[in-house]
């Protein structure tokens, strides 16, 4: 591939891809919810972040990698995805893990306990 065509592809897939970028730090949990949100770990392959939601506490729209979450509280808790705005209730066991794809959603901890979670989230 010649220098020029190289640079004008590099630019058009940048000119693409940094929306997407952006629009995902925009989204990113540790930015949006200081508070309840805490990195425990990170480095090229993975981020590990602890969360702890009071009971009747909210997480707005934000965003995860796939990812597994470990529970450590048991809570019942309702989701909503985006783009779809398809709301969902679960209850999650102390204890337990679940893997999940990337995601776009919000959280409400409609349960009486303060949830605590440590998820770990892929970079690759």
């Known amino acids: 591939m010649k220098r020029r065509e190289?640079?004008?592809?590099?630019?058009?897939?940048?000119?693409i891809f940094r929306p997407l970028l952006e629009a995902q730090d925009n989204l990113d949990p540790l930015k949006i919810m200081p508070d309840t949100h805490k990195l425990l770990f990170e480095n090229q392959f993975v981020r590990v972040i602890e969360s702890k939601v009071?009971?009747?506490?909210?997480?707005?729209k934000h965003s995860h990698p796939h990812c597994v979450t470990v529970y450590l509280a048991e809570i019942d808790a309702e989701i909503t995805t985006f783009p779809d705005h398809e709301t969902s209730h679960v209850h999650r066991t102390a204890g337990t893990a679940g893997w999940s794809e990337a995601t776009v959603h919000e959280v409400r901890n409609v349960g009486n306990t303060a949830s605590h979670n440590i998820r770990i989230e892929l970079k690759c």
Not at 54 to 60: D, I, K, L, N, S
């Open 6 to 15: 190289l640079i004008a592809s590099t630019f058009f897939m940048g000119a």
């Open 54 to 60: 009071p009971a009747g506490g909210r997480e707005p």
